[in-house]
Every structure is written in structure tokens, then in C-alpha cells.
């Protein structure tokens, strides 16, 4: 069973950027979909995005336009690129196969 591990997170102003990495610890070649979600204080998990084995991706209403998932096979790591971030950006982020869940990284916006 694949082991996640997400990095990238950490404090950025509103309007900026962040790249997260989903780091897997085998092969995510055979992994038919990789999501992105997020979970604020108090709140549910949201769903972001997927990345799905064709390379097709698929995103929630909320980040469309804002967030790209991508993914480099040879470095077995998933990526969600965010920018125009603001304040309700702020959650922990995961990363998901379906099966497994990595930790989490926290991802901070300041106005």
C-alpha cells in the first residue's frame, strides 16, 4: 500500500501562490486517480480535484481556474498548484488515492 506524504504548505498573503506536493512512497503510474482535498477548522472535507491515470484532471466549482493538479510519474509525486489565494483558502490540505491519506499540510492565507 502506497504511503503519502504532502509538503509545500505554510503562510502566504492573499492574491499569492503555493505549490503543494503529494509525495508517494511507490509508483503512481498504476494509480487510477489522485485527489486533492482540504478541511478548515469546523468545517467538512472538501473535495478539490483529481488527476486521473490518462492525465485528464477534474476540479470543484470553488477552485476552478485557480488550482491545477499535475503530476511527474518519474519523481512519483502529485501537485496542486494554487494561485489568487484568499482568506477562505485556509485549511489543511490532503492528498488521496481513495485508499490512502498522507498527513496533511497546513496552507495559511493573511490579508
Known amino acids: 500500500q502506497v504511503q503519502l506524504v504532502e509538503s509545500g504548505g505554510g503562510l502566504v498573503q492573499a492574491g499569492g501562490s503555493l505549490r503543494l506536493s503529494c509525495a508517494a512512497s511507490g509508483s503512481i503510474f498504476s494509480i487510477n486517480a489522485m485527489g486533492w482535498y482540504r478541511q478548515a477548522p469546523g468545517k467538512l472535507r472538501e473535495w478539490l480535484g483529481v488527476?486521473?491515470?490518462?492525465?485528464?484532471?477534474h476540479y470543484a466549482d470553488s477552485v476552478k481556474g485557480r488550482f491545477t493538479i499535475s503530476r511527474d510519474n518519474a519523481k512519483n509525486t502529485v501537485y496542486l498548484q494554487m494561485n489568487s489565494l484568499n482568506l477562505e483558502d485556509t485549511a489543511v490540505y490532503y492528498c488521496?488515492?481513495?485508499?490512502?491519506w498522507g498527513q496533511g499540510t497546513q496552507v495559511t492565507v493573511s490579508s
Open positions: 488521496s488515492d481513495g485508499t490512502t
Open positions: 488527476i486521473i491515470r490518462d492525465g485528464s484532471t
